[in-house]
């Protein structure tokens, strides 16, 4: 058991990040329950604990009487300095008991850049970083999450993964675990990793040998045990009103990123965004029923003390019945001082009007994402928005009161031209002229956010060659020099962590040399302006032999083998070659959850549907 | 309106959260108890609480004060039994008093809590390391002094406080168990005050006390007004 002296605590930023003791933390005896599982983020207490997904998963956990599930994080970089210089090893939030006495270490990987902070945790937990070097004694790393859908460069690290949502299978996990250490562990570690790659969306990659042709590319995959699938298909839930979701959500002391209720209104969104990986990786929508969020409504607020709830999917406005659970929640809550939050807002006056009475009295901001400049590459992206519709949203939001927009761009997307760069300024100073057409005045401010394009695995846009840095930098000047409204201010990201993104996102596996080697030489917290170290990653690619271009620039040709396709979502190459064609022709393909079925394969291949309350209503084609 | 005083504790679970996380934390406590709690007006409405004097990072304490505002006059028992069972790990409700405001021909209102504090005491525990009989003359050297400077250094601004003229007492020294034990009470003016922390760093940097800094806990275990527990001012 781990004990942290006053002097250590009270040296480092935040110490609460590592005292736990929270409300609705769950404390259970070790000695009683034989599964044992540590659920982790490889980052900060604070962006762990906003994390939905682990919030399911630990009360899942904790439900089964077999099992305990705690909490780890990532140490600050000052509290791992500390831990270090006094062998203090990585512990757990609630019995503080050290991380390797746990049966699983299970990660969630939100994106590409926590990688190297994954191995830093499994060293400071002293687990063999390489799989390979684990013995019947270790933990089981198992990883999940949205970066599942390319774990090669990655997957030496880890003993096992699950694709896609987790909250039934990671109980199907708890259970071989159980029946297997009942039964005095028959063939230790690989026997139990044989158990679970039975089960469906378990990918074992020890249980695959990769090939190469000979001039070094990537040629196939193949299982070379008998459990181990062929192709991989993610995990989904077919009806989200019989699974647990949240009740009783850990109390941080302290303030964390998203400090409010997380209500998921359904998941999936079908609108077929070209570049988005999230688009393709959660299909099909599938919707909560209003009476059951409203019943979590109500038990998320009792538990938890909240006065914020965000009423959380990839794009919410497309709820069914938005309109109609806004409503109940006002009157259920009524002098409850609660107040409630869409994340995204889809550019129509229905999601301005409705804003507008959530948000009562304060306008804080609004954001759209138009994503491109020019009506042409919105086409291309399959946006499906126009510039009239915007002008028509942002209209609808000035005449309410609003005075701050924030739109988001990419930049570097298949296609773009400088004209397209251009038409980014322009819009934004057409949306800045609308508020002094509105309203008479001037004194509006737009902020435009522009992130670098990094081409994904499972997307229509898998096979594009990412931009490279310098590239990325002229065009992020150039926009800036076609910027000359004063009440238009620009944001960039930092291209210099994008490409690295596009390399790894894309990468096989022998990019976990690379990883290994660039976390050797100190990489850590990538994620983190401050702190990425550029030139670590750019010397771990070239020690170990391996051009970073050929992964992010490259174009792949589209008959050639990727390396990723054994992980699957469920959307089929073919349908993402005709989405590809089609983003070359620049022609619009229709969203399925009320229109024509896109084919995209999904629905077939997991046996799942749709659920959208409305769709039968509404539905174009049936 | 109707008004409570609450005092409360900040346990060994929570020594390391700050003060303002300790207030959203007691925020968070009320609205779970379903109290019925009179909020601000304004775009963003806050609950119509107010604390004594802000405590250190890293400092337990028995004497946490709160006043807080219902919108019905519920009984005291019943307050005093929703609000405890809606406390986290870490924080209990020792007492609670409604606070009686005086009539208004009487033209005065309750101070407000922070200004009623004027002292506090302190107790710190840490292991001895040496001689008591050093322990007991670095004490008796402190508090004969009558003068000491103390130089404070924080992240905004460096000033030097002469830290005698906030000793109400001399400090105590005893053994509790095996580890030496610090009681001290200090005064709190609107001007200012000085820490239990930075007295045991006097102690021991300049005065030579024998005791672990590293392993310290410290507690505060009264705040007074008028020579009173804050709680027996309603």
Redesign the interface.
């Known amino acids: 058991m781990v004990k942290l002296e006053p002097e250590i605590l009270q040296a480092v930023e935040k110490p609460a990040r590592y005292t736990g003791h929270e409300l609705n933390a769950v404390h259970k005896n070790w000695d009683e329950v034989r599964c044992h599982f540590a659920l982790a983020m490889a980052d900060t207490y604070e962006v762990g604990m906003s994390n939905l997904g682990l919030k399911i998963l630990y009360e899942v956990l904790n439900n089964r009487e077999d099992t305990l599930c705690e909490r780890v994080y990532a140490p600050w970089t000052d509290m791992e300095a500390i831990m270090r210089q006094r062998d203090i090893p990585l512990f757990s939030l609630e019995s503080f008991r050290e991380i390797n006495s746990f049966d699983f270490l299970g990660f969630t990987l939100q994106y590409e850049m926590i990688y190297s902070n994954v191995l830093n945790m499994l060293d400071l937990a002293g687990i063999p970083i390489w799989a390979e070097e684990r013995s019947d004694r270790d933990t089981f790393v198992v990883g999940g999450g949205p970066t599942v859908y390319n774990t090669e460069p990655i997957c030496d690290f880890f003993d096992f993964f699950i694709l896609g949502e987790g909250e039934e299978v990671i109980s199907e996990v708890a259970a071989a675990f159980v029946a297997w250490d009942k039964n005095s562990r028959p063939g230790g570690r690989k026997g139990f990793l044989r158990e679970v790659a039975k089960l469906e969306g378990i990918y074992v990659p020890s249980f695959y040998k990769v090939s190469y042709d000979e001039a070094g590319g990537f040629k196939s995959i193949e299982p070379t045990e008998p459990e181990a699938r062929e192709k991989i298909y993610k995990r989904v839930v077919k009806d989200l009103d019989k699974v647990h979701f949240v009740e009783k959500p850990v109390m941080p002391y302290i303030g964390i990123v998203h400090d409010r209720i997380m209500l998921e209104l359904f998941r999936g969104c079908t609108r077929g965004c070209r570049f988005c990986q999230a688009g393709t990786s959660y299909r099909p929508v599938r919707e909560r029923s209003r009476e059951y969020l409203r019943e979590l409504a109500r038990k998320l607020v009792d538990s938890s003390g909240y006065n914020e709830m965000s009423l959380t999917s990839l794009s919410s406005a497309d709820y069914s019945c938005l309109g109609e659970l806004v409503d109940d929640l006002f009157a259920d809550f009524e002098g409850e001082k609660v107040s409630f939050s869409l994340p995204s807002l889809r550019i129509d006056s229905f999601s301005i009007d409705l804003a507008h009475k959530m948000q009562q009295v304060r306008k804080s901001g609004l954001t759209f994402a138009p994503e491109a400049g020019t009506q042409r590459l919105r086409d291309v992206i399959n946006k499906g928005v126009t510039e009239e519709n915007l002008m028509t949203a942002v209209e609808a939001a000035f005449k309410q009161g609003w005075k701050q927009v924030k739109l988001y761009f990419m930049m570097g997307l298949p296609t773009e031209t400088d004209e397209d760069i251009i038409g980014i300024a322009e819009l934004a100073e057409k949306v800045a002229r609308k508020y002094k057409e509105v309203t008479g005045k001037w004194g509006v401010t737009i902020t435009i956010s522009v992130s670098c394009f990094v081409p994904k695995p499972h997307t229509p846009f898998q096979w594009f060659g990412q931009l490279p840095k310098a590239e990325f930098e002229r065009r992020q000047r150039l926009l800036k020099e076609n910027i000359r409204e004063r009440a238009v201010k620009f944001h960039y990201h930092d291209a210099r962590v994008s490409v690295l993104e596009g390399a790894i996102s894309r990468g096989d596996r022998r990019l976990s040399k690379v990883i290994f080697q660039a976390w050797k030489d100190g990489a850590k917290f990538d994620g983190w302006t401050d702190l990425f170290k550029e030139d670590v990653w750019h010397e771990a690619f070239e020690k170990c032999g391996i051009s970073m271009k050929e992964y992010n620039e490259r174009q792949r040709s589209l008959d050639e083998p990727l390396p990723w396709e054994h992980t699957t979502p469920g959307v089929s190459r073919e349908f993402l070659r005709r989405e590809y064609d089609k983003a070359m022709a620049a022609r619009l393909t229709e969203d399925c959850r009320r229109g024509k079925c896109s084919g995209c394969g999904v629905c077939p291949s997991l046996n799942v549907s749709i659920r959208d309350w409305k769709r039968d209503e509404v539905r174009i084609d049936v | 309106m109707y008004k409570y005083r609450a005092q409360l504790t900040k346990g060994d679970?929570?020594?390391?959260?700050?003060h303002l996380?300790y207030a959203?934390?007691m925020?968070?406590?009320?609205?779970?108890a379903?109290l019925p709690a009179a909020?601000t007006e304004g775009?963003?409405?806050h609950l119509k609480m107010s604390f004594a004097s802000p405590l250190s990072?890293?400092v337990t304490s028995d004497a946490e004060y709160m006043d807080f505002e219902l919108t019905k006059p519920l009984c005291q028992p019943e307050v005093f039994d929703k609000l405890s069972s809606?406390l986290?790990?870490?924080i209990r409700l020792l007492k609670l008093k409604p606070v009686k405001e005086p009539k208004a021909c009487q033209g005065k209102k309750h101070k407000a809590l922070m200004a009623e504090v004027e002292q506090g005491i302190y107790e710190i525990l840490l292991p001895l390391l040496g001689d008591w009989d050093k322990a007991v003359n670095a004490v008796k050297s402190y508090n004969t002094a009558s003068e000491v400077n103390y130089h404070r250094v924080t992240p905004k601004k460096t000033r030097d406080i002469e830290v005698k003229q906030y000793m109400v007492e001399p400090v105590a020294l005893s053994m509790s168990g095996d580890l030496l034990k610090l009681t001290m009470k200090i005064a709190i003016t609107q001007s200012g005050s000085i820490k239990p922390a930075e007295i045991l760093e006097i102690l021991v940097k300049t005065y030579g006390l024998p005791g672990d800094?590293?392993?310290?806990?410290i507690n505060r275990s009264m705040l007074l007004g008028q020579g009173k527990p804050l709680i027996d001012l309603v």
Do not use: H, Q
Request: aromatic content about 10%; proline content about 10%; charged content about 30%.
């Open positions: 679970e929570i020594r390391y959260i700050s996380d959203g934390v925020e968070r406590a009320i609205r779970r379903k909020y775009f963003n409405p990072l890293g809606a986290p790990p870490g800094m590293g392993k310290a806990l």
